[in-house]
């Protein structure tokens, strides 16, 4: 059960970051974390209280999960500057 709620936290991730990156800008770290955690705990198609154990038991994937996401968003602005 928690693989496939992983892997929707994975894609729930990448669309987080891109949110938080276009509403908050540059900057502003810890303030497009906390917004792309509440991104993915918003989207995720379960129940309130199903999405705070959710939130517990995975706190440090959804971290690592927002991380890998930003550096493969930085990747993609450094290819597309040619760097």
Do not use: H, W
Not at 21 to 33: A, P
Not at 51 to 66: P, R, T
Request: hydrophobic share 40%; proline share 1%; with cysteine.
């Amino acid at each position: 059960m928690f693989s496939s709620i992983k892997d929707l936290i994975k894609q729930l991730a990448n669309n987080a970051v891109i949110v938080a990156e276009t509403e908050l800008g540059s900057g502003r770290g810890e303030e497009k974390k906390k917004k792309a955690i509440k991104y993915i705990l918003d989207n995720l198609p379960f129940c309130g209280i199903v999405k705070e154990i959710i939130s517990i038991f995975l706190s440090g994937f959804i971290d690592n999960a927002i991380e890998a996401a930003v550096y493969y968003m930085n990747s993609l602005q450094k290819e597309e500057k040619g760097e």
